[in-house]
């Protein structure tokens, strides 16, 4: 009998505190446990909001609602009744790390909860009296804790319960007599109270914390699921557009070798008259050249004389040939056009690649960069310009390395070039600006221009659609001894601030930013667009007075 009430003992412990179950419950998984402890153990998951079992680890989602076990309680109670119980499992006894019951002796069991009164630790069963007495129903019981005698002062031997906000220490009572004496002090109860709605309104701002970068990496799960499936679309259609592409071209290569085929049948059917009329021309030749041969070997002048007149009639000519022929046809030009078509696809190739490519990297984060605020920051994207002599205006001459442009007098001997602006005295960079770039422009003068374009803009003539500033391709800060004026699609605002030999501009392409900043010791704004830049934008300058000079600074 005793060893059945052992048994049903083991078969009806809590797996969480190792005891007798108390309070039981039952959880949807069949597996039992006290009230308290799966309590505890799911306080501890409310933050994840998936709750689960200790045993088998099920998974519960919304937290369960637990209610008493009648059952497996009233078999608790009768088995108490018996009076017999069961010897501890080898596992209920306290170990090195643990914390060891101080009232039990010989093999000591794990404490199962600690008394801040008491100064000590109790098993479950030494605990009881904390549970029937009603003096120490009042003691404070914590969890197991091997730190209960740092409660005790080293000086006096007394319990702490006296917090010194002085000196920001616990202390005894004896301590406010000595040397913490005229200090402010409080009961450790109430500093503890004050410190834990701190603590508390600290944990909910972590919590709060917590659940907004939650959002935060929701709302990065479901931006990486958009990009790879914007990119999965995007190579799809492009394999589908180059593949039709690749059609295209060999259809057309087709197309030429079908041509140029039927044309050889044409020219070599042309040869082969000329060539069978040829044939025929020397075969009756021929004939008539054996006749004259016969007739020169008669020895007889009278036979001679009688077959003379029987002789065919001499031809128009014996030395050509009476058909005209034309020099073969050559498809050496075939050839020269097709490699013109290449270049020219080429070239579109290039020229698109660089759109394709700035559109494909300006797949940027979530989350925005805040713009640089001081000269070492924006210099992290300084970005290295040339000017394009391609594009320079006769009247500008283009030194140190392509990055300084000076107004003259007399035109320069540069080649033509349809990139070339020929009314405006501006220039364009050879580089295209995506991405996050700086750069500086020193500039001496009247009046200098610092700018910024699409590659599309016009290059011919004087009128607006090729000023920077005065159509919507373009953005020019303008420069003179006395202030600053900003210009774009022909409108104009005026800029305040002190005049500066130098001006930094900055570009966040991706975010549509455009800011020119006054350099000196420190970075002055003195303007800022906001906009969508749907093109690669080129760096540009330009000159109003003879003399005019402005140079992009090497800063990297």
Not at 45 to 71: A, H, M, W
Not at 463 to 477: A, I, M, Q, R, T
Not at 501 to 530: I, N, W
Request: proline letters at 4%; charged letters at 30%; glycine letters at 4%.
């Amino acid at each position: 009998m005793e060893q059945q009430s052992e048994q049903h003992l083991g078969n009806i412990s809590c797996s969480i505190c190792l005891n007798p179950l108390k309070d039981p419950v039952t959880t949807s998984c069949g597996h039992n446990y006290c009230m308290n402890c799966i309590k505890s153990h799911w306080d501890e998951e409310d933050q994840k909001g998936i709750y689960s079992c200790p045993q088998c680890r099920k998974t519960f989602i919304p937290r369960p609602v637990l209610e008493k076990n009648t059952i497996i309680a009233e078999l608790v109670e009768q088995l108490k009744k018996t009076g017999l119980q069961a010897a501890p499992a080898d596992h209920c006894y306290a170990g090195p790390e643990d914390v060891a019951c101080d009232v039990c002796t010989g093999r000591k069991l794990k404490a199962f909860k600690s008394c801040l009164v008491c100064l000590a630790s109790y098993c479950e069963k030494h605990l009881q009296p904390h549970y029937d007495a009603a003096p120490l129903k009042k003691h404070k019981l914590v969890e197991p804790s091997k730190k209960l005698q740092e409660n005790i002062c080293s000086r006096h031997d007394e319990v702490m319960k006296i917090f010194c906000r002085t000196d920001q220490q616990i202390i005894c009572y004896l301590c406010t007599m000595d040397e913490h004496k005229g200090h402010e002090t409080v009961p450790a109860a109430a500093e503890r109270t004050e410190k834990q709605k701190e603590v508390e309104v600290m944990l909910q701002n972590i919590l709060q914390g917590i659940q907004e970068r939650k959002k935060d990496v929701k709302l990065l799960r479901q931006e990486l699921k958009a990009i790879k499936d914007s990119a999965d679309k995007t190579v799809e259609d492009s394999k589908e557009i180059f593949t039709e592409m690749i059609r295209l071209l060999q259809k057309r290569s087709s197309d030429v070798e079908q041509l140029v085929r039927s044309q050889q049948e044409t020219e070599e059917s042309r040869v082969k008259d000329v060539e069978e009329k040829l044939e025929q021309q020397i075969t009756e030749l021929e004939r008539k050249g054996s006749k004259l041969k016969q007739l020169l070997k008669t020895e007889d002048h009278n036979q001679f004389l009688h077959n003379y007149p029987s002789l065919p009639p001499p031809s128009e000519s014996t030395h050509s040939s009476s058909i005209k022929i034309r020099p073969l046809r050559n498809f050496k030009d075939v050839k020269a056009a097709v490699t013109e078509t290449r270049e020219l696809l080429q070239d579109i190739l290039r020229e698109t690649w660089t759109n394709i490519s700035v559109t494909v990297t300006e797949v940027d984060v979530l989350l925005p960069q805040p713009e640089p605020k001081t000269r070492d920051e924006f210099l992290k994207y300084s970005h290295e310009i040339t000017l394009d002599p391609n594009t320079a205006n006769m009247c500008l001459l283009l030194s140190e390395g392509n990055r300084k442009v000076t107004l003259m007098k007399q035109p320069q001997s540069y080649s033509n070039h349809p990139d070339r602006f020929t009314g405006w005295r501006q220039v364009l960079s050879r580089e295209s600006l995506t991405g996050r770039c700086y750069w500086e422009v020193e500039w001496r003068g009247g009046v200098v221009g610092v700018a910024v374009a699409y590659k599309n803009i016009k290059r011919v003539g004087n009128s607006y659609v090729c000023g920077f500033g005065f159509n919507d391709k373009s953005w020019s800060l303008r420069c003179d001894a006395n202030s600053y004026r900003f210009f774009h699609n022909k409108d104009k605002t005026s800029v305040s601030g002190p005049v500066s030999s130098r001006v930094g501009v900055y570009l966040d392409h991706r975010a549509g930013l455009l800011s020119f900043y006054r350099v000196s010791e420190t970075m002055t704004l003195l303007h800022r667009v906001q906009t969508t830049f749907t093109q690669p934008l080129y760096a540009g300058l330009w000159t109003s007075c003879y003399g005019d000079t402005a140079e992009v600074i090497k800063v990297i």
